[in-house]
Structures are given as C-alpha cells and as structure tokens.
C-alpha cells in the first residue's frame, strides 16, 4: 500500500492546456501515472500528450467514472471555481498546484470539503508521490525511490531534497506528500500523519514543517497517540519577525510561527527533532533498529 | 533570495543581477531543484546573464531535477564556446 494514491488511482488534470500543466501531464505520463482526462472550459475535444480534454469535470467523469483524484493547475482567480467544481462532481482527492489563491477563497474550499468528505491538498502544493506507483503533481522523480518512510512536507524544495537524502542512506519512501506553501491549506499535517499511521507500508513518518502559521503546533497532539517513529524538522530558524520567506504563509507575524513555538510542540509530544535534514537518515536507523 | 515558483528566465536574471549589484555580496551560491521550475530555464538565464554582464563575483551553483540533463547540456555548451 501507500496512501491517497497508488498504481491503480484514476486521475484528471484541471487546466492541462496550460504551459506548466501540459508539460508536467507529459512527465506524469513517463512516470505511469493514470491520466483519464483532462478539463479546460472551451478546449473540449483537444488531446493533451494522447489525453481527451473535456469542458467541465462532470462531462470528464462521466465518461471516466473511475476517476478519484485530480490535479489543479489554473491561474488563481479561477482555482476556487475549479476546486468547487471537481468537489461538486465527486472526486476524492483535489491536489491544488496553483499558488497564491486568495484567503477567503480557500476559506470556503476548505468548508465545502468538509461538508463533502473530500481531501483538498495546497494550494501551492508540489502534489505527492507514491514511489514506483504514482505521481500527481511536479515532484522530480528521480528524487524518490520507494521504500517505506512515509514523509509529509509544506515545501516543495524540502520534498525533494528531504528524499534525496532518505535515498541516499538506502531508505526510501512510501508516499511523499507536500501540504503547500500558503497560508490557508485544505489538508493538514495531522490529516496525512492518521494515514501513516494507518498504512503498514509504512514503518516511520519524517515531517517537515517551516516557520508560519500554526499547523505544526495543530498535530503535535496526534504525535502522542501515534506508534511509529515521527522525526520532525523545522525550516527558518533563522528567519528574522515579519520577513516572508518565499512562501505566502512562511512568515512569523508577532509571537506567532516562530520555530521555537513548533519544535517545541512537537517535541513535548514525543517527535524527535531534527537540526538538519541529513541527520534525519541515522535517526530513523536508531529508531527503527 | 526566493524565485518562487517556476520563475521566468527574466525574473532569474534580474535576481542575479540584484545579488551582485550589492557592494555587500562577495560571492553567490544558487540552489535550483527543478520541480515546477525548470533547470533548463535556470541555465539559459545564468548563460545568458553571464555572456552580457561579465560578472566578477564567484558563483556556485547546484542543480537537480525536473530537466536537469538538457540544464547541464545547455551550461556544458555554454562552456566551450
């Protein structure tokens, strides 16, 4: 197993006449991935690399009842109506590319999904990847090699080079998620934690959070309860009060998302912290034995 | 300093330009893990910015992922010119 997406998930790409969306539906398809369609409004009948675009997402599942999760690559002012439309539809899982939605905007996303039981991942998300299975998103694939190490990030960057050093100490991953850079985000670190958990392809967690917000501090209580190993690391130690580091949400604003606040949450509740992200291979080797 | 994500080849150069414009900056060292980014967007800005400025300023730069092979062609090529 893995979790949200394996080998046999059905997915559409949302805005995949885009520059972007295209070129990473291409990659998508290299990497196995199962692409069933593809929605752009008024570019219905096209093809994308082979994939049939279809104007709305209920027409796109109609003729593609399988389909559970799906990918949203439009600007920002159309990813409200996007992600709406995909929920209303019925699928699952809405992986939410796009960057810099508005806040109220994905204020009511997140309520909408969670009347209707769906999981939104960003926005401002990388996507995730199930090593060897599948990948939705833009996640480098040479990055990930599948192994059981579960690995739950806000950043892209960090995704990528937190499983590069996995692999090169020979571990590997059972799905790598990334939550997304933005201040409002649909689902949370103690979301995808429950799924670890719960998945026995997986062994341990390694999470990591950045300075902003409060979701960190929001798991840690999960941690405790939790039976595998959670390793977590905190990107911005360093970062001064009031300057955004590259993400919308990355900023400490007040007494609120600093570092401090977030290691010591998760540590109280039983994650080991770590300082750097190529410690974290010989901390899982003395966790897991 | 923070691209964001996939970064136009204009807004790298500006930024290399910001960075070594600035009395303070000794040298730069750039990080580009091609995801939504592109590495081969990354080395026809950093070709590009280096034939027109000549900068005097060392630069390190580390780059992986998504388009890493045609990335490191374009700064071999770039090279033997």
Not at chain 2, 51 to 73: F, H, L, S, T
Request: hydrophobic share 40%; net charge neutral; proline share 5%.
């Amino acid at each position: 197993m893995s979790i949200i997406i394996d080998q046999n998930t059905r997915t559409i790409v949302q805005g995949i006449t885009g520059k972007n969306a295209s070129f990473h539906t291409k990659l998508m398809l290299d990497y196995g991935t199962k692409i069933v369609g593809g929605v752009t409004p008024g570019k219905g009948g096209e093809e994308v690399f082979g994939v049939r675009v279809y104007d709305t997402v209920r027409e796109c599942l109609r003729a593609h009842p399988d389909a559970t999760v799906s990918s949203v690559w439009v600007p920002p002012r159309f990813a409200k109506d996007a992600i709406l439309e995909a929920i209303d539809a019925g699928i699952k899982t809405v992986v939410v590319i796009t960057e810099r939605i508005p806040v109220h905007d994905m204020l009511c996303v997140r309520e909408r999904a969670r009347e209707k039981g769906v999981m939104v991942i960003g926005g401002n998300t990388p996507g995730l990847i199930s090593p060897g299975k599948s990948l939705v998103g833009m996640l480098p694939r040479i990055t990930f090699q599948p192994g059981r190490i579960g690995t739950v990030a806000r950043s892209g960057a960090i995704t990528y080079y937190l499983a590069n050093s996995l692999n090169l100490a020979g571990f590997g991953e059972s799905t790598s998620v990334g939550l997304g850079g933005d201040p409002i985000l649909g689902a949370n670190f103690e979301d995808i934690l429950r799924l670890f958990e719960d998945d026995p392809e997986t062994d341990a967690v390694v999470m990591a959070g950045e300075i902003g917000g409060v979701y960190e501090e929001l798991a840690a209580p999960f941690i405790k309860q939790m039976t595998k190993p959670v390793v977590a690391f905190i990107a911005g130690r360093a970062a001064p009060q009031g300057k955004r580091l590259g993400h919308a949400g990355a900023i400490i604003e007040g007494n609120l998302g600093t570092a401090e606040s977030k290691i010591e949450a998760l540590r109280s509740n039983g994650a080991v912290i770590a300082q750097t992200l190529s410690e974290i291979p010989e901390i899982l080797r003395q966790k897991l034995g | 300093m923070d691209s964001g994500g996939a970064p136009t080849q204009d807004k790298l150069r500006k930024m290399l330009g910001l960075l070594i414009d600035n009395p303070r900056v000794k040298a730069i060292f750039g990080a580009r893990f091609g995801g939504i980014s592109r590495c081969d967007d990354w080395a026809k800005a950093l070709v590009q910015y280096v034939i027109e400025n000549k900068p005097a300023k060392p630069m390190v730069m580390r780059m992986a992922g998504n388009m890493e092979e045609e990335g490191r062609r374009i700064l071999q090529e770039a090279k033997e010119k």
